[in-house]
Each structure stands twice: as C-alpha cells, then as structure tokens.
C-alpha cells in the first residue's frame, strides 16, 4: 500500500461509518446486481429488467482500482472511463520530456498503446451470499476484540478458498454495515495500456471553478486497453456504442462504483462527521491544495508533478465543502432525529426488538471512544503524519514482512493471501518517485503533526529526532534506498530479517511508530465491529418496521442505478438538461479563453469542422456519488448514450440523503466523443473500433 | 473597525506575547529612536550618529495605518512606500472598469493624482517618557482586573490631554512588554492621493513563489502625495535620492515600523505560539488562500476583488511557515530554555530579586488560562466566526454607541477619544463592498465557526439561526443596510437607541454575541495585565544580570536599524550583494514569461532603452521584520539609496532571534526606481521631483 492509498483512505476513512436500510423514492438507489428494482422500473418506467440484459452490463463494467469506473467498448478489451480517472496513470506514465495528462495522448497503432505502471482493473464475474458463514463463524458472546478476529479470520478464508478455486481475485464485501456479507468475484487485468486520452483543458474545460456545475463543457474521457498474455484480450462482454445519444426526459441506467454514502448512520455518527470529521479532512485538504499550488508555481515541471494529487485536491474540497453544507442544515438533522426517534420507539414497543434497543446509544459511545484516538489514528495509523510515497512503501515492507508470518486469518486485513497480486502491483510499481516532491509532502506532514500532537508528544520528538522538520525530511528522502524497486522486491522477499538489515531510515521511521499506529488501529477496529454489530439489529428493526426491498450504502461495489435526462430550475431560471459545442466556443470566448477556460489550439484551428449542434454534456436524476466517475450511461437497449463524470453541486448532499429536486448527475454524450475523435482528433481508428467496424489493429 | 482590520488583527493578535531585554549582537536592533546604538556604531561603524541625523530621518519617515512604512522623497509631501504597502489603497480604488493593482497608475498632472478612500499615514514628531505616570497610577496590590483598569484609564487621560493640547495623535504605546510606556505624537495625513504605481507583475515579479527568496527583481514601489487643505503639503523633512545607489558592504541604515517580534517571550509562550498559536493561525490562512484562489478562479472581476486579501493570505503563509519552523528547531528552544535557567537562578540568588522569581511560573499560568479560552476568543472577539467587512462595520457601529456613554478611561481601548478620528476615517470609508464577496467570506466563516466550536454550541446556534451557513449569510449581506455610509454616520451619531431602532440585521448579529465576546476579551486582557507586570520583573531581572543598552520587541512603532549591504552562502555557493536589470530579463525568459514571471508589455517593448547593468535589489544584514516593508534604506549621509520590501527565508526566524549567517532584508536600489521611471514610464516629472529638480505642479 503506497503513501498515496494511505493519503486516499485518509480521505475515505472518514466516511466509513455505518449505514443501514431505508426507504428508496423516486429514482434513488445505488441497487445491488443481485437484487435490483425490478417492480419500480416496471411500475414507473414499464421497463423489464431481464438476467440477460442485467448480466451483460455487469460483464461489460469496469472497475479502476485507482479510484474510478469504466466500461469495454470493444470485444478487444477496449476501456473507457473519465480522463480524470485515467489521470492517475497519465500522471504516473509522464516525465520531464512529457506530460501527457496535460497534453493528452492518441496511439495511432497498437505498438504505439503505452503499458501503465500500476494500473489495476477489476470485472465483477461473479457474487455469493457468504452471510450466513460469516455470522456462524462469531460466537454470540465474544467480547468485541474476539468477534472481530473471528469475522478477519472467517473473511480471510472465504477468500483465500475462492481464489484457490478459480484463481479470481476474490473479496468478501460487508453490505448494510454488516447486515450483509458478499463474496465479490473479480478478473484482474493488470496490463493495461493507454489508448487516447484528450488534452487536459477539454477534458476538464472549466476546472476547479466549473468543477460540480452545470452547465458543463467537458471531454472529460479517456481510453484504455486490457491485454493479455501481450495481446488486447477478448471480451466476452462490451457495451453498443450509440450514435443517437439521449432524448430528453429518457430513462437511462448507470453500473459503476459509487464511493462512499453515509445515509443510514445514526445521530450521534453524523455529529460526529459534521462536528469533527468533515472539518478535519477539510483541513487536510485546505494545508495540501495550498502546498501544492505554491509548490506548482515555481516551475512547468513542479507543476507537472503534482497535478494529479493537486486536482484531488480540489476535488474533495468542493465535494467536501458541499457534504458539510448538507450535514449543518439543521432541517437535515432535525429529520434525522425524529426517524430515529420513530425507529427506538418501536424496538422499545415491541418484545421481540427490545434487545435492540440499546443498538443507538451503543453506536453513539464507540463513536465517542473512536473520537478519543482519532487524532493519534489520523495522524500514526492513516499515515499523515508522515504522507509521502516513500513512507507508504517502506510501511508496507515493513509490515508485509511480519504479517505474512501470520496464519491469514490473523494478518492485517490489507495482507490477506487474497490481496497479495494486487498489494504486490502496487508495491513494484516502477512510477516515478521525485525527492524535492517528497521531501516536500514528508516536511509538511511532520510539521503539521508536530502542531497537531504537540511538540512535546514522546513520538513526535522521536521522529524529529532533535531536527526541524524540513531538515528531517531531507535526511530520510536522502537516505532511503526504497526508490529501488528491484531492493523493495528483496526486502519483500526476505522477511523481517532482510528488512531489519537493510538499516533504511524510512522503514526504521516508519519501525518507530509501528507499535503506536498498531495499538490505535485495535482501538478503532474493535468500536467498529461494536457499530457493525449495533448496525446490524438496527437493520433488523427497519426491516420488522419498514419492510424489505432497499439497497446498502454505497462501498466501491459494483451498482445499478437509474433515473431520467432532465434538466433543473435554479434561482428561478430552467437549466435545459443538455449543452452543445456551440456552448463549449460561447464560454472559451465569454471568460476571454483565461486559465482555465482555454482551449487547446486544435480545438480552436478545427472548430468549423465541427458540427456545433453535437450534444455535449447531459444531465439526469440517477443516484451516484464519488466513485461513479467513468460510470457508462445506457439506455432501454443496453446501448452506451454517454459516461458520467461529475455531479453538481446540489448532488454533493447525495452522501446523505437522495434528492432530484435539482441534484443531478452529469455525463458527456457519446455523440460528442465521437465527434470529436473524428474531427478534431482524427482518430477515426479508434472511432471504427467504437462503432464495430473493425478491429483494434 | 472594519472586519478587515479585524482579519489583520487576528494573524497578528497570536503574537502579542510578551518580551523583555537581551543582548544584542552584530548588526542586530530594532532601535528606539530615543535610545540608539551610538556606541555600537561608533566602535563598529566609525560612524558618529548626531541628534540632528536621527531628527531629520525620523521626520522624513512615514507610517502607513494601513500596514507598513515609507518616507518623504520630496518637500511636496510625496511619499515612497512599497507597491504591496500600497495595494490596499490601489485595490480600494479600482471598479469593474479599473484594476490599478494590476495594471499600476500614473498621475501626469497634480490634478490627476487619486485620492485614497481610507488611507491615514502618520509622522512621529515628539516621544516622551510617560513610564512612571502610568505605574504611579496602578496601585501595587491591585488585583490584575483593577490593574488593568487603572492601567488603561491612565493611558486614556494622557493620551486625550496631549491631543487636547497638540492636536496631534498621540499614542501611549507599551514597551519592553510593561518594562516602559512612551507618549507617541504623530502628525496625520488623511487626504493622502495616489500619484505612480507600476504594474503588478513587475512590482512583484516572480510572485508567490519567489517571495521571501533571493535573488529578487521586484520593483516593489509606489508613491503617494499627502495634502492639506487640498494642497501637496510642504513636509519640513524628506530624503535626498542617491543617484549612486550603494556599495557592498556599505553600512546602511534602515527606519521603520516592525511589526512584531517575540524574542524574549518566556518558554511557556514560546510553547503556545509552537503548539497552538501558529499551527492555528496556519489554518486560518491557509482556509483563506484556498476560499479566495478558488472565487478568483471564477472571473476576471473576481479575481481583482479578492487580489489584495489573497496576497495577504499568501504573505502571511510563507511568513508563519518560516516562523513555525524556527519554532520546531529543537536547538532553538534547548538554547531558550538554557538562558530562562540561567535568569531564574539568578533571581533565586539575590536577595533583591527573590520577588521576581516566581514571574516565570506567573506568565506560564497566565499562558494556560488564556489558552483555555483561545478558541472563543478567536471566533468570538477577533472575529473569525463572521470575517467580513460588514460585520466588522456592525460591531464597531454597535460597540461605539455604547463605549462613547462611558467615561474614556473605561472604554474598550480602541473607542478612547484619542483614536476617534482615525477609527472614523476607517467605519465612514467609502470603499467598495461587493455582496457576493461578502457572503462567500461570512458562509465561511461561519462554516469554520461551527465546525471549530461545535455545531451544538448554544451562541452558533443562535448565530445560524436554524440556516445552514451559506443561507444565513447570503440573508445577513442581503438585509444589513450598512453598504450606505451614510447611513453609518447617522447611526454612529444616533447612539444606543440609533442603533437599536436601525434593526440591522448585521448589527443584530454583532450584538446576539457580544457579552460572551466582552466577556472572553476580558479574560485574555487580565491574564495580559499580569504577564505585562511578570514581564516588567523578568526585564529587572534581566537588567541586574545583563546590564543596560537594549531595545524592545517590535510594535509597529518607529526604530533604527543598521546593518551593511552584503551576500551569504547558500548550500555552499555565494549568493551576490545585488541584482541587475539584466537578471530580470534572464528569469523571465528561463520561465518562459509564464505566470507569475510575465512581464508588463512595455517591459518587453522598452527593454533595449534600458541600461540593463542598473542594479535592480541588493540585501543587506539590517534587523527587519513585516511592518519594514516600505521603510526607506539610507547611507551615512542620510541620502535614499534603496527601499525595503522583503526579507529572505532565513529571515524568517527573525520573529524569536537574530543572526545574520544568511538572513537578509531585501531592497529595492534607488537607481533602479529611477531608471524605470525614466525609461519604462516616461515619468520625467516624477523622477526630476525626486532629485530635487522641479517642484510638484
């Protein structure tokens, strides 16, 4: 696990609270594959979902390990997805003489496709209910710590058995908070390599400022292809491109992988997020974006480098800022209170619910003890106080080497036997690694747990090691060997002995604090088992009260979701649910083509060729969240009409509560990416390739 | 007071911490006019320094009210200052079709010159030593609250006798943290007009990433008039221009306002500042960078509105980052800790200090009782919780009409008759206020506010008035009436009953929290009271163990300081004296012109006019700190030969200790000012003006 997952996960795992079952309306819902509404889609849309056409979009959907969705678009595994879920690779893939993430990229031949260095992709193949097993494996009267190593160890085999038996990456996904527990089947692609990718300044036209609005002007695509055994491999699923796009008010359907929701938690979970979580994380956010836009601003090449993680940056901050804004609307948690209320009251009413009724308040004081090591969690365990590349690798080696000593069922969940492919990818990556960069993130991190933790904190002290941070910083970068990736695979291979030799001063840092951030961790996973089990019988009481047939909280799991294309009224006025080219040339001149509303110069040199009507971005009423990026959009006919890529700014509530009052989805039409493949791009290889007319050679 | 005041306020009140006396070594001193370091430079310097030099260059020596220092360069009342000195008056005058802080200004004729909207500089004309009247009134065994109140009072009644008397605004101002208060009498300028201005990008070429660095190419300058009875004002004292600029290791002197310093605060406020002070102020900053870059990003029109404030922010992070980072120098405070020792076992010894001994320990109980109530200090009574203008407008419209009922000794100390005019100036300012920009800085705030206090505080509940933040806000801009001066001045005239019938809701919200924001005011005021009489020991005891001939800690009063232009090492390599124009050029072209090293068209166009061997920013070993921007650099004949506008990254540990190793103020050559004037402006009636040669009309 790199820095860079830990810096993810940091942002994450503040939202990892649990949910529950509530009543779907209108078109909400981030449905399982395994149980989707069928009923509503007949009743409000007269549509039929059969196995057939539910299996084919689930085949033809793609996870991006990297954070993100997609889709094959080709029965020679080519993928689509957003050019800033690509943007990690293009990121990883550029160097001094290129920067493809702003300048894009176009293969004209197979030959000329470029492997990416770490990108995984996931297909879901196959789900298995393994809830039952999972359960029997906790005894009912095991203390906290005891039922959570018995539900790591029972999780672990279940997977390590799968991946035995089919050789699929195979995931055991807790649903409902744990009302639920799934075996996820997956194939893995890890030759993955890049197609087509438009410049930055289209794809994300409008930027930071634009960023969650409508109406929206972006080429926000990119493609990829999976090979294997060194050849694009055959798939035995992809989606029909279409060339008539969407009409208004249709009704369309998205399969991706939605992030994160948080719709179920109780009261004293959502205080928690709006009184200390989301304030925090946006701190964490604010201090990054501020240290890489000075960083970017000395230089073409300082800018280069920390383009991706600055746009992340970003991104969770607007995300962010518009999740808080939900949670400190009073009439938000004055409704959250009193279905609450309406819940308690009934497992207080009724006999066979009343052992759950404590279920509440037994949530509420693991949030408040969770709430006491959040700071040392943060900062230890998630790592950021010591957020760099080099410190997440050297963690990793570090910890590989002891828990893969252990039975699997006892390692650290991230050390399963059935991660180990995935962990092992990242682990060998050969992206580049820059020491100013890291230097520079690693300086920051210390001296801001420095003012977090105090000074005076024994462990502080000792990671300063008597140095002001920027000078501590320097030593370890310096120092470290990890840099080496044919090093980082001996020391992988050669247990704690090898690792203890090695005498780096970035695994002996990471060493230092080891027992603390472990400690912390048991801290917080023995409250969350105590919130998963509470969760589950407050799941049992909405089900006696509320009835069946809902869907669980969003989980980076594959989902179907669905609504219509349709605009919205804000401050009075109608928004139309589409835009055209013509509207991306009318913005590019009314903001006078300033950073970051200019458009490359082949967009400028080929605009008459264009045929301005072409619609460009859309937006509809389907229920998606973080994670839904590169998400394919289809139609009654499976046929692929657009790919979202964003929300706006009234869906950033989504991680609370679904509304379509004027939360929308947006996406970019399939008419515009072929269009502009064609005529500005002139790629009509990969265009023929979309349409089915050829091959990818 | 405006909101704005109270934001500048807020970065700074952090660091109104207490000092005393030390030895100072090498060119180190902010000297106090009426105490310089004659012998020093007469032993060091062979430089005799006459009563008649010191008068004349403390006369020629202007104060900016708004933040900052420059001089009179000619007998017409024209005044130097730093074009980021000047920025706040340049951003007051711009309008959607004018962005004098962009594109700079230039008065061809007197009638042309601008005049401010709020500007008010100050001369300092006489100083007196008022330290026994002020003690004499504050009875030995008062408990801290009546020693405050004494203290205060008498302050009040010398400060209104004396401009009873003179006419003149006269200032008790607190020295040596309490060891001595002074009677400052300045001359005011309130009709002060804008008559040159550079462009941005040349004033601040190479923008936030080079500030603080060195080498610089920055012609950081603009130039004022002040008059009086709508005539250019015939000031008796201003400088002479050096045509020659000055030689490496020439000794130069430098006369200005330091802002603040914190040198001999004890270990216990050193700590706060490191672990709670500047860690928080940091996030202060840093949540106002991203806010107003992000609204910036929007529009043209935005980003001229917020240029000042953002600049600020952007400032005041890479000064508290190099802050902070002396502060996690551990040999810094082993060093701190060591000296403390050493005065408190002195004290312990004699008998005649045995009193003062427990000082220490009386500034560290003080420290923690004030850290107790920081939070709600900061949000409460500096403002955090609602940083916008009009709230700022609101409260002292509020506080003034109760404040002025009471006798002026008893009144909140920014109400006493001797600062009326100035506060006037400032509540009745005619400069623009936009309501979105207003909105977007209250939502913030407020955002801020609850997250930091918790949303469940009885006062933000109040505050939000069951609003999510941004709703609240956006109905406060909307209803508050206060955009009307003169409607301000009909309230301020009106009184108590005046302001209550207005039912402003601005005010409103000023006056909902106000006794809880008094009421934590007056806690941190008493636990200053008794660290200023702590401190007043520790400075005896200092002054029995170490001797006589120091200076105070900096309080934006006038000082002296010394030093000798001169280069440093830099990771082994020299780093030369001086700049040329050359430099310029050479920068931009290595930056490719991208922003923010563009160059002004005219730059480009008139570069072959230009004599590019013109020394452009030399630095030099002067004790500086923010506050000396603007504060002009003279030779041994008091003749002009540069102006302040910087110090380097080394310098930034100036704030807690002196060293000259590589810290290094940066100025801007008086030869280079000329030289771009005549030959990138054309501004010959200017330049002859500063040579003496013509007068102003």
New interface residues.
């Given amino acids: 696990m790199t820095s860079k997952m830990i810096s993810r996960r940091t942002v994450g795992v503040w939202l990892v609270l649990a949910c529950g079952l509530h009543f779907a309306k209108a078109d909400e819902g981030m449905w399982l594959f395994t149980a989707p509404p069928r009923e509503r889609l007949q009743a409000d849309y007269q549509f039929t979902l059969t196995d057939e056409w539910l299996g084919h979009l689930q085949q033809a959907s793609v996870r991006f390990n990297s954070g993100g969705s997609g889709s094959f678009v080709s029965p020679d595994g080519l993928v689509m997805s957003n050019h800033h879920v690509g943007a990690d690779a293009l990121q990883k893939l550029g160097d001094e003489q290129h920067n493809y993430l702003r300048d894009g990229f176009h293969a004209r031949t197979l030959a000329e496709e470029k492997r990416c260095h770490d990108l995984e992709l996931n297909v879901l193949v196959s789900i298995e209910d393994v809830t039952d097993r999972v359960n029997a494996a906790v005894p009912a009267d095991a203390a906290p710590e005891a039922a959570f190593a018995a539900r790591r160890q029972v999780m672990a085999a279940i997977e390590k058995e799968s991946l035995e038996q089919t050789g699929l990456r195979s995931d055991v996904v807790t649903l409902f908070q744990g009302g639920a527990y799934h075996l996820y089947r997956f194939k893995r692609y890890t030759d993955v390599r890049l197609v087509f990718a438009p410049e930055q300044a289209v794809a994300f036209f409008g930027?930071?400022?634009d960023n969650f609005e409508f109406p929206r002007y972006c080429l926000d695509v990119c493609f990829f292809r999976v090979y294997e055994d060194g050849r694009p491999a055959r798939v035995p699923h992809h989606l029909v491109w279409s060339q008539t796009g969407v009409a208004e008010n249709e009704l369309i359907f998205v399969s991706g992988h939605p992030g994160r929701t948080s719709r179920l938690l109780t009261v004293a979970e959502l205080?928690y997020l709006?009184?200390f979580a989301?304030?925090r994380v946006?701190?964490y956010i604010?201090?990054g974006?501020?240290l890489l836009?000075?960083y970017s601003?000395?230089?073409?090449e300082n800018a280069r480098r920390a383009k991706d993680d600055l746009l992340g940056y970003?991104n969770s901050?607007k995300a962010r800022?518009g999740g808080?804004?939900g949670l400190?609307?009073?009439?938000f948690f004055a409704a959250k209170r009193e279905s609450e209320q309406k819940l308690r009251a009934a497992a207080g009413a009724r006999a066979e619910l009343q052992a759950f009724a404590s279920a509440w308040d037994r949530i509420a004081a693991a949030q408040r003890r969770i709430g006491e090591v959040a700071l040392e969690y943060r900062f230890l365990e998630q790592g950021l106080g010591f957020r760099c590349e080099l410190f997440g690798i050297a963690r990793t080696l570090l910890r590989a080497a002891e828990e893969q000593a252990k039975p699997d069922g006892s390692r650290l969940r991230e050390f399963r036997e059935s991660g180990r492919a995935s962990l092992e990818l990242d682990l060998f990556s050969t992206r580049p690694l820059y020491d100013d960069y890291e230097t520079l993130r690693l300086a920051d991190a210390l001296?801001?747990m420095?003012?977090?933790l105090?000074?005076?904190h024994e462990l502080v002290q000792r990671v300063?090691a008597?140095?002001?941070?920027?000078q501590r910083a320097a030593e370890l970068v310096r120092g470290t060997r990890l840099k080496d990736v044919a090093l980082r695979k001996q020391l992988y291979g050669g247990g704690t002995a090898a690792v203890a030799a090695a005498q780096d001063p970035m695994i002996e840092l990471a060493r230092l604090v080891d027992a603390a951030a472990r400690a912390v961790r048991e801290v917080v996973e023995t409250q969350e088992e105590i919130k998963r089990q509470a969760h589950a019988q407050i799941a049992r009481v909405r089900l006696a009260v509320e009835g069946t047939g809902n869907y669980p909280d969003a989980t980076f799991t594959l989902r179907l979701a669905y609504g219509v294309a349709k605009g919205y009224e804000e401050a009075g006025r109608p928004v139309p649910f589409q835009t055209t080219m013509a509207g991306l040339y009318d913005r590019w001149e009314a903001?006078?083509g300033?950073e970051?509303f200019e458009l490359p110069k082949r967009w400028l040199d080929r605009k008459r060729r264009l045929d301005l009507r072409t619609p460009f971005n859309f937006v509809n009423t389907a229920d998606i969240i973080g994670g839904n990026s590169g998400s394919p959009v289809v139609n009654r006919a499976g046929e692929l009409v657009g790919i979202i890529f964003d929300g706006n700014l009234s869906s950033l509530v989504l991680d609370f509560y679904f509304t379509e009052e004027q939360a929308r989805a947006i996406a970019v039409n399939s008419q515009a990416i072929l269009e502009a493949l064609r005529r500005v791009y002139r790629a009509d290889r990969l265009a023929d390739e979309l349409l089915g007319r050829r091959g990818p050679a």
Same sequence: chains 1, 2.
């Fill in positions: 930027g930071d400022p205080e709006r009184d989301y304030p946006l701190e604010l201090r974006e501020v836009t000075a601003a000395r230089s073409e970003q901050r800022q808080l804004e400190l609307d009073p009439r001296t801001w420095a003012g977090e105090g000074f005076g300063l008597g140095q002001p941070p920027r903001q006078g300033r970051p």
